[in-house]
Nanobody, 123 residues
Framework: QVQLVESGGGLVQAGGSLRLACAAS????????MGWFRQTPGKDREFVAT????????IYADSVKGRFTISRDNAKNIVYLQMNSLKPEDTARYHC????????????????WGQGTQVTVSS
């Protein structure tokens, strides 16, 4: 069982930055691929980014490519999402998730999910 707790969300103006963090309670954090997804009311959950076990590989959604960076610290059991040049359309609840795959964009491959942290970008 893996418990995930996100932090770092908040209210920011368009063009600003936020860094989200997700702390994992597991002794085998480095054996999980990690991902970030986001959801707004009335819409399906959307893939944002994923990072491989070692942190060497990552994939981004086209909508965030060049603005967001996913990284992980396996010594601290934390995965980060650095979000720059934020836009109002980035407003959503952001969830981190863990998968036994090396890394994947497939939502159904993630077995463990955090409760999420709200990000609101004002125009």
């Amino acid at each position: 069982q893996v418990q995930l707790v996100e932090s770092g969300g908040g209210l920011v103006q368009a063009g600003g930055s936020l860094r989200l963090a997700c702390a994992a309670s597991t002794r085998t954090f480095s054996s999980y691929g990690m991902g970030w997804f986001r959801q707004t009311p009335g819409k399906d959950r959307e893939f944002v980014a994923t990072v491989s076990w070692s942190g060497a590989n990552s994939i981004y959604a086209d909508s965030v490519k060049g603005r967001f960076t996913i990284s992980r610290d396996n010594a601290k059991n934390i995965v980060y999402l650095q979000m720059n040049s934020l836009k109002p359309e980035d407003t959503a609840r952001y969830h981190c998730a863990a998968t036994t795959f090396m890394y994947t964009t497939r939502e159904d491959a993630y077995a463990y999910w955090g409760q999420g942290t709200q990000v609101t970008v004002s125009s």
